[in-house]
């Protein structure tokens, strides 16, 4: 049996594929692994998706940063596996392959008007705002007066907060120039925030609600009558302390009075189902339906009304992108796979495997189970590497370099990060992203 040398590919450098490069590193000390990213950035939606006025989430990056930069670690940006490179040629080049390709495609809300102009998924928002090069051009309207979120999750209330904070509120962030000007040049008034289910059930962590305490022109708008008296006793422990303190914050909320500086409206609505979006000329009113919980499931009551929106975001879920010559589950809206193995040697760990849920850090704990099922496998009589072993990066590189594809490679990543930074710093920001594919690589290959 033969457990080194051994190839490895993962295919995604997010949280979840830097979290197993490193786990594998550790654990097989002569494994060479290739990291490839379709972006010509890496760390995925802590680059992506994380929201721009909270710098000290994204320290997390320094720790991949150092897992990237690993004897035997290499970062190939600027390589869509299914696109540049197929799953076969993977899979012949490497004795592992791991999919870490996350999960940001939006998914439908699937209601009357849910296509008119001024809808917007917040898998594209975030991508616009965050300065992912594909989502880049969304150029979403904002000019109207109401907006409304739809999702009671913590991405609705990022989505809320940054429409909400003045331009000084978002002076020492990472938004990105494009939306910056769009922001700063917003007319909103009111925010809807929608949830189908009330508000214990919302997906708010006390840190993200409570900031809309603080802020300079948010007035937060809560109808006591939709809060319970108390959280009930047979919520478990850790759930009822978070409830508690959400509970005692909505409440703090639903006492406020409006003051003349105060001049967005943020509306928490709960008990309130999506039923339809109406405009001509894109949206213009959102109509709701009534619901109420009875044995954990929403009941439509039939009593429906309008409230105004001119944009609609949607935050309530993701799937992942299909990738060509891969088991897809339709309903889950991940990689096919039974406990993280896709195929003879293929597994996945993250949001592809997982499904959108969980913060940076849970993917750490994902990334060293499927670790250890490598391992295993590995260990295992049937799946003992055989010799020869496989060309890996050898086959990989004349494949890339007969495509001409332009991989950006982790000293690339270095050229970029030195620069988006060092335009940060001449603007009083943690770093100035660059956002469009041909800035980043000409940025990755210049030479010093
Ligand atoms: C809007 C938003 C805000 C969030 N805010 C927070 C927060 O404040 N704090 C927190 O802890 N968590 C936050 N999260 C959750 C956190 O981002 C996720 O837990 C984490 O990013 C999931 O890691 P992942 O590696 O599975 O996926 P991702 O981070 O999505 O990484 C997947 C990577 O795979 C790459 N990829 C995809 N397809 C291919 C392909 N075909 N070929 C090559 N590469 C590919 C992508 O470009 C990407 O870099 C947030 C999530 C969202 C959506």
Known sequence: MTLAPCSIAIIGAGPAGCYLADALGRKLASARIDIFDRLPTPFGLVRGGVA?????????????????????VRFLGNVDIGKDISVAEIKQAYDIVVLASGALVDRALDIPGDTLDHVYGSGAFVSWYNGIPDGRDLSPHLSGESVAIIGNGNVALDLARLLAKTADELATSDLCAHARDVFSAAAIRDIWLIGRRGPLDANFTTAELAEFGQLTRVHPIVDPAQLPLAVPTEMPDEQRKIAEKNLDLLRDYANRTPTAEKSIRLHFVFFAAPAAIHGSCGAETLELERTYIE?????LTGERWAIPANTVITAIGYRSREIPGLPFDAVRGTIGHEQGRVAPRVYTVGWCKRGPQGVVPANRADALAVAELILE???????TITEPAKPGRLLIDALLTERKVQVVDFAGWQRINAAEIAAGTRAGRPREKLTRIDELIATAQVQS
Request: hydrophobic share 25%; proline share 6%; net charge positive.
């Open 295 to 299: 044995r954990g499931r929403i009941v």
């Open 377 to 383: 496998d590995l260990n295992s009589g049937d799946r």
């Open 52 to 72: 721009p006025d909270h710098p000290g989430t994204k320290n997390i990056a320094r720790q991949f940063e150092r897992t990237l930069a690993k004897d035997g």
